[in-house]
Nanobody, 123 residues
């Protein structure tokens, strides 16, 4: 399984961005795709995940109601729509694959990682 995140950029507070995680390979063994972020000087944290088996989704409290994770059935990508962005959302965002999508989104449980994309929220 190979993953690649894209779609980052510079946006003003209150703005929106849509990140895309392209997935190649077979997701049968790792059907959950998660989005994570790491801000400078901070640990990587889970943002959202989606199970491609049953479309179960989870969000961290910090993004709930602002971010939406979804799957593009046509090309198999997993997207993260980010609305009402705040300066504290600034980070490198990465996607990863795991067996289960659960609310804990433990970084060490995800086996396959793609390169990240920078999101900067600033005026």
């Amino acid at each position: 399984v190979q993953l690649q995140a894209s779609g980052g950029g510079l946006v003003q507070p209150g703005g929106s961005l849509r990140l895309s995680c392209s997935v190649s390979g077979f997701l049968l063994d790792r059907p959950a795709v998660g989005w994570f972020r790491q801000a400078p000087g901070k640990e990587r944290e889970g943002v959202s995940c989606l199970s491609t088996w049953n479309d179960i989704t989870h969000y961290s409290d910090s993004v709930k109601g602002r971010f939406t994770i979804s799957r593009d059935g046509a090309n198999g990508s997993v997207n993260l729509q980010m609305n009402d962005l705040k300066p504290e959302d600034t980070a490198v965002y990465s996607c990863a694959a795991d067996l289960f999508c659960n609310a804990r989104m433990v970084v060490s449980e995800y086996d396959y990682w793609g390169q990240g994309t920078q999101v900067t929220v600033s005026s």
